[in-house]
């Protein structure tokens, strides 16, 4: 079972860079999110999309795009890299039916911008 | 407005000591409760979750939870924990929307 598969799993970026950070899910779930994780700061929501071509901003999407071509997959795209980009980076998706269903994470994404 | 909070960010217990990590929420209904863990360098991993019913949850690895909705807390237990339990602990929760918002996180230490 893949679930959630993300990559690249670490990468260091230049300030200025940018790159895409892919994530594709085998489970035919129509929600997926992005999530960065900053020490004692939990899980901030980046963008969701809860189905193929429908996306939207979560809490923190500054220096950030999404698309969502496809149901498996939902690359972020960083344009510009800077240094508040570094953080952990966690992609999820879950079934739409039952908003309380359980969201399943990869195994995320560590980004360094110097 | 909706919040969740874990009051406790870094707790230190003994190896076979019992464990509870505390979460409160506000909301003026009842949300979908989960529990994750997260092992240092790896992603999230659902414990166990709530919806609706018996108030006390049986989860993975040996860890509970009960949902006391008069103190709106969904608190996390084991009775004896382990070297294997040292980890990061969050509180989810989702309000009935398509988003889920998360505690800042618990990280426990566990000693010899």
């Known amino acids: 079972n893949a679930g959630v598969t993300q990559t690249p799993k670490f990468r260091i970026l230049k300030i200025g860079q940018s790159m895409t950070l892919q994530c594709t899910q085998d489970m035919n779930h129509n929600y997926m999110y992005w999530y960065r994780q900053d020490p004692g700061m939990g899980l901030k929501l980046i963008y969701y999309?809860?189905?193929?071509?429908?996306?939207d901003k979560g809490e923190v999407p500054n220096g950030y795009n999404v698309s969502r071509s496809t149901t498996e997959d939902f690359p972020l795209r960083l344009e510009l890299a800077a240094p508040s980009q570094t953080s952990v980076y966690f992609c999820?998706?879950?079934?739409?039916?039952?908003?309380?269903?359980?969201?399943?994470f990869g195994e995320g994404s560590w980004l360094t911008v110097v | 407005a909706q919040s969740v909070t874990q009051p406790d960010i870094h707790i230190t217990v003994s190896e076979g000591a019992s464990l509870e990590l505390r979460c409160n929420y506000s909301?003026?209904?009842?949300?979908?409760l989960f529990w994750y863990v997260q092992s240092p360098g790896q992603g999230l991993q659902l414990l166990l979750k709530?919806?609706?019913?018996?108030?006390l949850v049986q989860g993975i690895k040996g860890f509970e939870a009960e949902f006391k909705r008069s103190q709106s807390s969904f608190n996390l237990r084991k009775p004896s924990v382990h070297w294997s339990d040292a980890a990061e602990y969050f509180c989810?929760?989702?309000?009935?929307?398509?988003?889920?918002?998360f505690g800042t996180g618990t990280r426990l230490t566990i000693i010899p």
């Open positions: 909301y003026g209904a009842t949300p979908y």
């Open positions: 999309s809860v189905g193929a071509g429908i996306t």
């Open positions: 999820a998706s879950r079934p739409q039916e039952g908003t309380g269903n359980t969201i399943y």
């Open positions: 989810v929760l989702n309000f009935g929307n398509e988003k889920l918002t």
């Open positions: 709530y919806f609706s019913g018996d108030t």
